[in-house]
Each structure stands twice: as C-alpha cells, then as structure tokens.
C-alpha cells in the first residue's frame, strides 16, 4: 500500500472527505474527494512532505495555487482551491475520470492522422494560454494530458510541474522522455520546450514508438541534441509540422500558438479531439494489457500466449480441406432459382478451378531457395547488427587542437564529440586538454569521443592578511589555494616591521586582489625602516682665524637636518596610469589608496581617471587618497 499522508474519510479542512488516495508522484500525492458544500467529485494534490520542508517550495506552490485559479480555458484542468491542514499544504483541482493519453498509448492504440491533428491543436491551444499567463509547463508527457467523462483533452498539473527539480537527486527516464534540448543541456524550460514535448507525444500518438530512444537518462537526452525528428510514413500531412515543432534549436521552433495554428489547417473542422475508453468489438491486441507497467515508449506487443492461451501442441500434422468449386443445385432452390439465369455454363470462375500444385522437385527446389535466402538475411543481419560490415578508423591526436580544428580531424570518420570544460594553469583557453579514447585506438562508426576543453586557470583570491605574515605562514596558506611562493627578496619598509611579509608581487603587479590557480609568488621580506626615512646627522668642518695670524685654531661644528621620512607629501599625478605604475608611484610616496567605479575593488580596473584629493595636494605620510577608476 501506498504511503500517504491523510487516510480514506478524513475531511480536509471541514469540507472535502477523502476517497481514496489515487497515486504519489515525484511532487505530489494525488487524492480523489467529495466537495461536500457542492456535492462533486474533486482531486486533492498534497506537496509531498520532503518537499514541504523547504521554504522556497512552499511559498512557490502557494504562489501558483494562487495565480493558476485565475485561469480558464477549455482544455486545461480547473484549480479550485488549496490551503493548508497539519503542516500539508494542498491544492484542489477539477476531477477527470477519462484516464490519461498515457493509459492509450499503454494499451498498443494509436491515433489515425486527424486525431493527431485534434489533439496537438486543443493541447497547443491550451499552451499558448497559459504562456501568455506568465506559466510554463516544463513537464509535459502523456500523464499530464487527461481525459474528462465525454472524452476530451485537459492539459493538467501546470501549478506543480518543475517545482521539486531544485531538490531532485537524479532523472529517471520518465523524467527524460520528452525533455527538450535545452533541457538536456541544463538550460530552464521555457515556452518552446513545451512545443517541443507536445511534438514528441504527437509523434508517439500516431506511429506508437518514440522518437528517440535510449536504456539510460543519458543516452535518451543525448540521442535528440542536435537531431531532427525521424521521418515515418505514418505521420502523412503532419511529418513536415511535427519537424518545425521538433527543431533542435529553440530559436526557430513554431510557438505554441503557431502550432495550434497549423494544426488547425489540417482537421477538416473546428470539433473537439474526443478519446473514449473501447468497449465491446475492440482490436485484439487491444483488449490485453501488458504484462508489467510501461516502462519504455512505444507500442509493446502481448506475447503469443497472451493472446491466444497457452495449449500443448499436437505432434500431428493438421489437415485443411482442399477449396472446392460450389457445384450446381448445391443451393437452396431460392437463390439457385435467384441466379440460375446470370450463372455461366462454361467455363467455371477462376475460384471454382482446383488449386494447381508444381511437381514435387520443384516444390522441394523451392523450399531450400527460401530457407537459403532466410538465413543469409538472418546471417548478414546478425553481422551488420556486430559490426562486421562497419568501417573501423583511427582515432586521432586531438590533444592541443581547438574544438573547430578537432571536428575537422574527425569529419568523414563517423565520431561523435563531447566537450566537456575544464579549468587548466598549462593548458590554454579553448584548446583540447584530454581526450578518451586516447590517440590510435581503433574503432568503428559511431564512436563517442569525451575531449575537456580548457577554460583556462581558475583565478583565486588571495588572503588579504599576508601583509605583516612570516615566510613560512605566508607560503603555508597559499599552499591550500595551490599557489606556490618563495620569499626571496627583501625591502626597507616604515610600515611593516622588519622578517615579515611587505609586499607580493605577481609578475609586474604589487598586491594582486586575485590571480590564476597554479601561479607562482614572490614574497618581499620587510627589512624595517631604511636609510631614506628619520633624521640624519651631518657634520660641517668650519675653520675660524685669531690674531696673532701665527695661531690658527680649527673647530667642528654639528648640524642636524630633518628629510623628508614621515612628513607631509604631494599626491601624485595618477591620472591615466594603469594598476601597475599606480602601485609604483603610491609605494614611492608611502600612501595608501582605495579605489571607486567600475571594477572598484577588484583587479578589472585599467587605469585611474581622477583622484580625491587632487594630484599635488600636500597630505599626511600613509594618507589613503581614493582613486576614481574605470575598467
């Protein structure tokens, strides 16, 4: 039994009494119920209980209720109501009792060309409301498209599609049967992807077998990107219209609207598509379900013991009566005296002749030409399915080409190319940096060859703390960004004190905000204040003469001059300097700066318009002067 979260007789809120609970999907539980203020039947869809517990669901699934009660047309299923009870929130909705295509398609029917036609109009029509409405399915198949009591077509579930994707952990393949090649991208669905769903179920309603195919999500996604719609002789009028629906790139696939539009012009008039259940005289194949659920796409038949029972076989050979020509007076006298004038005399029918047999030679003659050429179909067919007949190639050196220069190597061969991308310090950007299988390896037509394309060193943000570290604490966290440094030089600095780091410099840059993954450091070691900055004693010889001439005295006098060192300074003229002279003509001042404007904080910036306060401006030793920048 199906878990659930409310029991048959409970009543929902005071009005609706629980039924039965009809089926839990991957968004909701589905219950049918009695609206006891209207006395109708309803269905109650209840947020399953994992997705309830994010807040971001639920306030989206109240937010649709909300809007999607505003919509009214004919071939979408009515929402009525919804709210909350016990923690579960739920939505009411219009019950349909007629099934679901899903439920045609699994008993082996299909649909002739103007049923197509009906139903891809009413269910396009149905889309293109709702897009204008601001709504997108995301998530059609024929589970959502449902059958009222006189049969006809209500597209359903537009307030739950897509809304536990977030949460969901992997897709399964009914996840991915009608999903669009955006979506098998990773882009959001939008309006085109659900033209492009309703194209594959049309062509599933009229030929009874998918489109695309596959025994994994991965290779049923991967079987429609880039791949028009297969050609089928059962599609007639409709193959050129369902291939426009079914074009790859969403840009010019035909709006929901467009479609309904053309379908339109093919039914001979304006009645609605109405799918009832058989009854009575039905089809054989028809009238057995399949042993186990669908779990595939197309028609299935039953096997032969389903339709006609299982019996032993008789080792006897069955004798059939020989076709006898009808003789004269054999009749009842009425239809005999009813044709006696318009029945020929000589020569009887080609009917009325015994059939002719050729001799036996000939026979057996026969027999073993048609077993040999049954076997050597049987034989090349079991070949051509192991590849005997298949061309094998090479697979080239792909390593270090450009995505163009490798689908040019493999053009001719038959190989498939998957890109992936990659972050890579030795390669460059957009040049191939592994593939599989490797270079050399003989294979045939069809092969899937996996490159990673780089997209170059992933950049990483540097410490702001490594001003004012040791060497070896310095190098330690830069190790666990995979950046390697080396404290090789030093400088005198009045701002750090002296065996710690004062500056880093990558290339030509001072004190990068961020650089590529890999990239190698230097590290400059203050060494403390240098001779340029206190004061400084010099000392002035002076030479003094007293009378008599013949006594000279020399004496010494001291002088003390104060230099520049922490006094106040001009701020430079940084208009249209670059991030590189800028750090230069700052360290040479002893200022700091911050920047504002377009790529402010960051190293995007590429050159300083103006700055606060103006160039000459006399400032105090390690002022911060802000920097006007633009990228």
């Not at 339109?264 to 259940?277: E, G, I, N, Q």
């Not at 700055?611 to 105090?620: D, E, N």
């Amino acid at each position: 039994m199906l878990p659930s979260t409310f029991a048959s007789g409970h009543d929902l809120a005071g009005r609706y009494r629980i039924i039965e609970l009809l089926g839990v999907g991957q968004t909701a539980e589905v219950y049918s119920a009695e609206d006891l203020s209207l006395s109708r039947t309803v269905a109650v869809k209840v947020l399953l209980p994992s997705l309830a517990a994010h807040e971001d669901v639920r306030r989206a699934f109240r937010d649709r209720i909300v809007r999607a009660a505003t919509l009214s047309h004919p071939h979408l299923a009515r929402v009525f109501d919804g709210g909350q009870e016990s923690g579960a929130i739920f939505m009411i909705t219009e019950y349909l009792s007629g099934g679901s295509l899903e439920d045609v398609l699994r008993a082996g029917r299909t649909l002739d060309i103007d049923d197509v036609a009906r139903l891809g109009r009413d269910v396009a029509g149905a889309l293109s409301y709702v897009h204008a409405n601001a709504f997108v399915h995301g998530e059609l198949s024929p589970s959502k498209l449902l059958f009222d009591a006189e049969g006809r077509v209500r597209v359903s579930d537009i307030a739950l599609a897509g809304l536990g994707n977030p949460y969901r952990e992997q897709l399964t393949l009914d996840d991915t049967r009608y999903m669009s090649p955006e979506q098998a991208v990773g882009e959001k669905a939008g309006p085109e992807s659900d033209v492009y769903a309703l194209a594959l179920i049309l062509f599933e309603a009229a030929t009874g077998s998918s489109a695309f195919d596959g025994t994994t999500p991965e290779a049923m996604l991967r079987a429609r990107i880039n791949t028009p719609l297969p050609v089928r002789i059962e599609l007639g009028t409709l193959d050129m219209l369902l291939a426009q629906a079914a074009v790859s790139d969403s840009r010019l696939r035909l709006t929901a609207e467009q479609f309904s539009s053309r379908l339109s012009a093919v039914v001979s008039d304006s009645a609605p598509l109405v799918v009832r259940t058989r009854q009575g005289d039905m089809p054989l194949l028809a009238q057995f379900p399949l042993a186990e659920p669908r779990t595939s796409i197309g028609f299935r038949p039953p096997s032969p013991d389903q339709i006609v029972g299982t019996r032993s076989v008789q080792a006897t050979t069955p004798q059939f009566p020989r076709p006898q020509a009808p003789r004269p007076g054999t009749e009842p006298a009425s239809v005999a005296r009813s044709f006696a004038s318009t029945r020929p005399s000589a020569p009887r029918g080609f009917d009325a002749l015994p059939p002719s047999r050729p001799p036996r030679k000939q026979r057996i003659a026969f027999v073993a030409a048609a077993i040999l050429i049954v076997l050597a179909g049987v034989g090349g067919g079991t070949a051509w399915k192991l590849g005997v007949f298949s061309q094998k190639h090479t697979v080239p050196q792909l390593v270090g080409s450009t995505l163009a220069q490798a689908s040019a190597k493999l053009k001719g061969d038959g190989f498939v190319l998957t890109v992936t991308q990659v972050n890579s310090t030795t390669v460059p950007k957009g040049q191939i940096v592994s593939q599989s299988p490797a270079q050399g390896t003989s294979a045939k037509t069809g092969l899937a060859i996996t490159v990673d394309m780089s997209k170059g060193p992933a950049s990483e943000t540097l410490p702001t703390s490594l001003i004012g570290e040791t060497c070896a604490a310095a190098t330690a966290k830069l190790k666990t960004l995979q950046i390697s440094a080396t404290c090789a030089t030093s400088m005198a600095s009045t701002r750090v004190a002296s065996g710690v780091i004062a500056e880093v410099l990558f290339g030509k840059t001072v004190n990068p905000l961020a650089v590529p993954a890999g990239s190698r450091l230097s590290l400059v070691i203050s060494t403390g204040p240098g001779p340029s900055s206190g004061t400084t004693t010099t000392t002035t010889p002076t030479t003094t003469t007293t009378t008599p001439p013949t006594t000279t005295t020399t004496s010494t006098s001291t002088t003390t001059t104060t230099l520049a060192g922490e006094g106040p300074r001009a701020v430079p003229n940084l208009a249209g300097m670059n991030q590189a002279q800028v750090y230069a003509a700052m360290r040479k001042a002893q200022l700091y700066f911050s920047t504002k404007g377009p790529g402010a904080g960051t190293t995007a910036w590429k050159s300083v318009v103006s700055t606060v306060p103006a160039a000459g401006t006399m400032v105090k030793w390690h002022s911060t002067v802000i920097l006007n920048v633009r990228e």
